[in-house]
């Protein structure tokens, strides 16, 4: 079966622009979560979304934005780009049972120049 | 706040030995513990699961121990294999407060032949 699907692999963007990253989980997974990675600093939760609601938010500025649509797939936005928010940017999802963990997609890097 | 703590330092062992990571944390009550393999450039591969009420899990060459008294994991390669050279990941949750997966920084492990 086909894994999480994260789409665009690469983006570079300038200062100040934002951005939006797509996360296709999957089939029947309807728990997609967000993370961003950078070396320093390890995974750090962005959100968590179940059906469409947002179950919980990490520690982020109001920058950070996502959402989940109706057939589980999700998208992350990013405003006002700041050279800080380079990272690997990772989506996962999971089927909710007790004795299963996330699938990760191979993430969205992102360099801002 | 809630703190993971995993060796920061990597672990180099022989190939054939058996290589044991650690996982501390502090100011969290898990109700499961999940350990994950990165491999670099990829998002992170779930490996296995142990919940609060149980001691020890194990899969193939794999072996988790959760002691919740201690607040830490150790996570065991048997006969550890080059193509076991990864980072490894620990990572806590609890359901009740806030739907979290928090992530340690992981430690790297390299396998010499």
């Known amino acids: 079966k086909a894994g999480v699907t994260q789409t665009p692999r690469y983006l570079i963007k300038t200062r100040g622009q934002q951005v939006t990253l797509s996360c296709s989980p999957i089939?029947?997974?309807?728990?997609v979560s967000w993370y961003q990675q950078t070396p320093g600093q390890g995974l750090q939760f962005l959100f968590e979304?179940?059906?469409?609601?947002?179950?919980n938010k990490g520690n982020f500025p109001g920058r950070f934005s996502g959402r989940q649509f109706s057939n589980s797939r999700s998208e992350m936005n990013v405003s006002t780009l700041e050279l800080g928010d380079s990272a690997l940017y990772l989506c996962?999802?999971?089927?909710?049972?007790?004795?299963?963990?996330?699938?990760f997609g191979s993430g969205t890097r992102l360099t801002v120049v | 706040s809630q703190k993971i703590e995993q060796n920061s330092e990597a672990l180099n062992i022989q190939e054939g030995k058996t290589a044991t990571l650690t996982c501390n944390y502090t100011?969290?009550?898990?109700?499961?513990l999940q350990w994950y393999r990165q491999d670099p450039g990829r998002g992170p591969v779930f490996l296995l699961l142990?919940?609060?009420?149980?001691k020890e899990k194990r899969k193939e060459r794999l072996k988790v121990t959760f002691d919740t008294t201690l607040k830490q994991s150790l996570f065991h390669i048997t006969a550890s294999q080059p193509a076991d050279s990864a980072t490894y990941l620990c990572?806590?949750?609890?359901?009740?407060?806030?739907?979290?997966?928090?992530f340690g920084a992981g430690t790297r492990l390299f396998v010499k032949a």
């Open positions: 979304y179940f059906s469409e609601t947002q179950r």
């Open positions: 990572a806590l949750r609890r359901d009740t407060g806030g739907f979290k997966t928090i």
């Open positions: 996962a999802s999971s089927l909710e049972v007790l004795g299963g963990g996330y699938t």
């Open positions: 142990i919940r609060e009420n149980e």
């Open positions: 100011n969290y009550s898990p109700a499961y």
């Open positions: 089939s029947g997974h309807r728990s």
